[in-house]
């Protein structure tokens, strides 16, 4: 892509996201317990062919599976000594299905670990943790930092403050808000809002959490942002089918029925999580 994000949406336009990875990863066949990343190497074509259906479906900006590729999740499944080739094949895998034709989105998750004082790991040792993530990541030819499905303000920043530090990318930070608007470890969208941008996030706002309403609701809660607002919905709350199927009850329709909502409310980051698809991603497209 020939311009930055930043510079896209300073000019006052706004960029769609994908969709739900490990929905697509699990529907083509990605056995329970095994860590996504792992199909990096196993199974690029599966990877590339989920990004190219994103792409195709609207997409401007593709996330590579590297979700939970920091050491300490990596390390759980007894991969951590494949921490940059993972990182990097989540990227390049990302880069050649579009060719180009699309931003790449270097996803970074939570680590799975509680910090102090709540657990053991401390802020130094979480900064450290992602910086080694988000050097391979920019290393590699992302082209912004998304830092996802945050619940812990503490670590959050701890991420953006590495990805200030060690790349020269722009920087997303996503919260997953529920009904209440507040995330699992009782963050409020506003506070988390100040200190991300004191942090040096670029973007900020909600994604994966309770669905649209949540979405919204945290956005109004960030009415009047300094930066750009993201909103990265499920598709609802998954609910359990007779089949053992997992079920997701909004509808493509019903989510880009959201979008002027979140429009309003200042997201220019626009896309889906948790159990949307490339039928959700196209009915957003539809709207630009």
């Not at 769609?16 to 996504?36: H, K, V």
């Not at 951590?80 to 931003?103: F, K, P």
């Not at 722009?170 to 470890?185: E, H, L, Q, V």
């Not at 909103?231 to 089949?243: F, T």
Request: net charge negative; hydrophobic share 45%.
């Amino acid at each position: 892509m020939e311009k930055s994000i930043l510079d896209v949406l300073a000019s006052g336009d706004w960029v769609i996201g994908d969709g739900g990875l490990g929905t697509m990863l699990q529907a083509a066949g990605l056995p329970a317990g095994t860590l996504p990343e792992q199909w990096n190497a196993d199974r690029p074509e599966i990877l590339k062919t989920v990004h190219r259906t994103y792409l195709e479906a609207g997409a401007q900006i593709i996330t590579t599976n590297t979700f939970g590729g920091n050491r300490p999740r990596l390390n759980d499944a007894g991969l951590a000594d494949r921490l940059v080739e993972l990182n990097r094949l989540g990227v390049e895998l990302a880069v050649e299905a579009v060719e180009g034709c699309a931003w790449i989105g270097g996803s970074v998750g939570p680590t799975g670990q509680m910090l102090q004082p709540y657990g053991t790991l401390s802020v130094e040792e979480a900064e450290a943790i992602y910086a080694e993530q988000v050097v391979v990541l920019a290393e590699a030819g992302a082209d912004i930092i998304l830092v996802e499905t945050q619940h812990d303000i503490e670590e959050a920043t701890a991420a953006i403050r590495m990805a200030k530090a060690h790349t020269d990318l722009p920087i997303s930070c996503g919260f997953a808000f529920n009904a209440k608007g507040r995330t699992m470890m009782g963050l409020k969208p506003e506070v988390a809002l100040a200190r991300c941008i004191e942090a040096g996030a670029d973007i900020v706002g909600a994604n994966c959490g309770d669905g649209p309403a949540a979405i919204a609701a945290a956005l109004e809660a960030m009415a009047g942002a300094a930066v750009p607002l993201l909103a990265q919905s499920n598709a609802g709350i998954p609910a359990v089918g007779e089949d053992s199927q997992t079920i997701w009850d909004v509808t493509p329709e019903q989510m880009a029925a959201h979008v002027q909502q979140f429009l309003a409310l200042g997201a220019r980051f626009i896309g889906g999580c948790c159990g949307t698809g490339p039928a959700h991603i196209a009915a957003i497209a539809a709207l630009k």
